[in-house]
């Protein structure tokens, strides 16, 4: 199965044709240790409605590190948003107090700073505003 | 919000926690509502897509059973570079949600 997996690597990566191979089946051997944040049985059952049955925990493991990256990569991109956007109001309002109340801010994620983050991933999200 | 909490799936739920785990790891201390629904919607679809697109790319070679080759085409089809993962676990220190534990009904 290794081997079939090399080859379709093979096929898809163009640019290292000989490389790429390698590292993956490296990192399948990994994905045992690592658990992610999303239960097993969680993508397993989401998994299921869509009526894929892995056998080989594995898979479920490499879904899972994938989907957590797809939200890790968002929620990293908003939170650059959101720390741009309060330190550019922070700065208009006032400048005496900024010094110490930058470094203590509280973060808090909201759709103002989700929605370019979503934008720059090619996600349009349009939310009605009265709807909560 | 309870009435909506009674109707929502277990499943859900998980998913809403993780979501809310991963914000907490990048270092976001609060969260809006509905952010946290629009994620965990965008991350149920995320698992229903690449369930269908690997399925289907599993039928396709007349398999039944999914080898991790279909999954990987998913991933291709999807635009994800598979490539990445394994920095991105190097990097991050993955959080484990606490399982489960059963819940007492009340009694009436």
């Known amino acids: 199965m290794n081997q079939m997996v090399k080859d379709e690597v093979q096929q898809n990566g163009d640019d290292q044709p000989l490389t790429v191979g390698q590292p993956l089946s490296e990192f399948l051997m990994q994905l045992e240790d690592y658990t992610p944040t999303i239960p097993d049985a969680v993508t397993a059952h989401y998994l299921n409605t869509a009526g894929f049955e892995p056998k080989d925990p594995r898979l479920l493991r490499l879904i899972s590190i994938a989907a957590q990256k797809f939200i890790s990569d968002i929620a990293n991109d908003a939170l650059q948003h959101c720390k741009m956007r309060s330190s550019n109001s922070s700065s208009s309002h006032n400048n005496s107090k900024n010094s110490k109340g930058t470094k203590d801010r509280r973060y808090c994620l909201t759709m103002e700073d989700l929605t370019p983050a979503l934008a720059e991933f090619g996600i349009t999200v349009k939310k009605p505003q009265y709807f909560v | ?108």
């Not at chain 2, 509502?33 to 965990?40: F, N, P």
């Not at chain 2, 080898?67 to 635009?79: P, S, T």
């Not at chain 2, 993962?85 to 819940?103: A, M, N, R, Y």
Request: include cysteine; charged fraction near 20%.
């Open chain 2, 1 to 108: 919000m309870e009435k909506l909490e009674q109707t929502t799936s277990p499943h859900r739920k998980l998913l809403t926690a993780a979501v809310s785990s991963v914000l907490l790891s990048h270092g976001f201390d609060s969260s809006d509502w509905d952010v946290l629904e629009t994620l965990t919607e965008m991350l149920q679809c995320f698992f229903c897509e690449i369930g269908q697109s690997s399925k289907n790319y599993c039928e396709l070679s007349g398999r039944t059973e999914p080898l991790i080759a279909d999954v990987i085409l998913g991933f291709v089809e999807m635009g994800i570079n598979f490539t990445q993962l394994s920095e991105f676990i190097k990097q991050h220190k993955l959080q484990v949600l606490p399982t489960l534990q059963p819940q007492q009904q009340p009694k009436q």
